[in-house]
């Protein structure tokens, strides 16, 4: 009967995901392991998943057949070695591409580079530049993840990967950095085609807490390490949060330079509160040491498991009372003509974030039959009333302009001229803007408000 809409103009916009992940113990499952996403992302997210130090052969992680909806996971292992690997039990994160800001300004950086490049201590080492799309105040907490198979010619984890693959990165700065393929001592295989690698980059020191789709409250941090994580033979480095959690947090890494000649890449050896335990590891390929000399890395850490939709998530709503009629007044009133009749837009926000501060409008397109109300004669405080009473938290907006149309929304400059009762049978539309911000979702639920009008049926 009455078509609602709502425009507002948000300042970011981009889901985010982090979750918990068990790989299957290849020994005894041995295929990929699948993982569906707490919550279908709009657009193919990028896959980041830590390999942990369960095992004790060397191990990477792979990803492969990213979607909106899942991805899949595997231990691979370099030539040396078997294939087959003991189940880790880890973290991943996933987001969509973009040039993200979260509320506070911290700043997100996602997107994805294919490259051919590669680093092999026996081979050649060739590098791949790229710049963030928007430089950072300082270096961030950078990981990555290749996302692709491309180049796979082994059959994991029936056999070793080949080529085995992880990312190196150098030159971390504000604005840029140099990725490569990292081969580190294994040989066996070719890099024929490009490889997609996923990168993920937040502001280093951050500490951000907000509420995902399913209320739950989360915590997010990151760090840039300094430059101290040794190899898996030199033991485990423990690198802090920023701030302590309440409990052991979902986290992903990777390492930010190479400064071994040997290359190398980053397990988890140890998680707890208040900090991360990282180690460099290496192939057996060549030789049996897996000693390395000191190494940055990124970490990114979650309070709690969660899909987050960093937008703004409007719904609308219509209803109507029928408030009075000429036959029966207030008691038991029926919608016939000269009918007064209550109706109420109810706007809810599930995002994660708010609008920006003032960029709400809600728009009501009227059917004929109706007279609008444009006085406060007919509606205490009107002639539109926001009502909040019923959200979980405070909506934080209330009235601002309210504008009228008679080219049922074409325009909105009409001036109304109420009769004696206070209605105007020639509106046809109504546009309210907002003043102030409208929360985002909260541990008690979205927030809400309606717009109460009053009508004439004529």
């Not at 657009?43 to 990213?66: E, K, M, Y």
């Not at 880890?90 to 996602?110: F, K, M, N, Q, W």
């Not at 026996?122 to 963030?132: A, C, E, L, R």
Request: net charge negative; proline share 7%.
């Amino acid at each position: 009967m009455i078509a609602s809409a709502c425009i507002a103009v948000p300042a970011w916009a981009f889901e985010m995901e982090m979750g918990s992940v068990t790989i299957n113990d290849t020994f005894t499952v041995p295929t990929w392991t699948s993982v569906s996403f707490l919550d279908a992302f709009d657009t193919r997210p990028i896959v980041l998943v830590l390999p942990t130090n369960q095992g004790s052969d060397p191990a990477t992680v792979r990803v492969r057949n990213v979607t909106t909806t899942g991805f899949e996971v595997l231990q691979v292992e370099p030539n040396a070695n078997d294939g087959p690997h003991v189940a880790m039990n880890t973290s991943y994160l996933a987001i969509e591409p973009g040039d993200h800001v979260l509320a506070d300004g911290t700043r997100i950086a996602a997107l994805e580079v294919s490259t051919t490049a590669f680093a092999s201590r026996f081979i050649s080492v060739t590098w791949q530049g790229v710049s963030f799309p928007t430089p950072f105040s300082a270096a961030p907490a950078l990981v990555t993840q290749i996302q692709t198979m491309a180049n796979e010619t082994g059959t994991p984890p029936a056999t070793s990967s080949i080529p085995f693959l992880d990312v190196g990165v150098q030159n971390l700065g504000p604005a840029s950095f140099d990725v490569t393929l990292e081969r580190a001592e294994s040989i066996a295989g070719l890099i024929a085609y490009p490889e997609r690698i996923g990168i993920v980059a937040i502001d280093s020191g951050t500490n951000y807490t907000f509420v995902d789709s399913f209320n739950t409250s989360v915590q997010l941090q990151a760090l840039a390490t300094p430059d101290n994580i040794t190899g898996w033979g030199n033991g485990c480095i423990v690198n802090n949060y920023p701030v302590a959690f309440t409990a052991t947090p979902l986290s992903v890494a990777s390492q930010t330079r190479r400064d071994g000649n040997n290359g190398g890449w980053i397990r988890r050896c140890s998680e707890s509160a208040t900090g991360l335990g990282l180690t460099v590891d290496e192939d057996i390929d060549n030789d049996s040491e897996r000693n390395h000399t000191t190494e940055a890395a990124g970490i990114i850490a979650a309070s709690a498991a969660f899909h987050a939709n960093f937008d703004v998530d409007l719904t609308v709503q219509k209803s109507f009372t029928t408030i009075s009629d000429p036959i029966n007044g207030g008691s038991g009133p029926l919608s016939i003509p000269q009918a007064i009749i209550e109706y109420r837009v109810a706007v809810e926000n599930r995002g994660s974030i708010s609008p920006d501060d003032s960029s709400l409008t809600v728009v009501d397109v009227l059917p004929d039959e109706l007279a609008v109300c444009v006085t406060a004669a007919c509606l205490a405080g009107g002639p539109v009333v926001l009502d909040d009473s019923g959200s979980p938290v405070p909506s934080g907006v209330t009235i601002g302009l309210v504008e009228y149309s008679d080219d049922g929304g074409a325009s909105y400059s009409y001036s109304p001229v109420p009769d004696a009762d206070g209605f105007d049978p020639l509106v046809n539309a109504v546009r309210v803007t907002l003043n102030g911000t409208f929360s985002s979702i909260s541990t008690s639920g979205p927030p809400s408000f309606e717009l109460v009008l009053a009508a004439r049926v004529e």
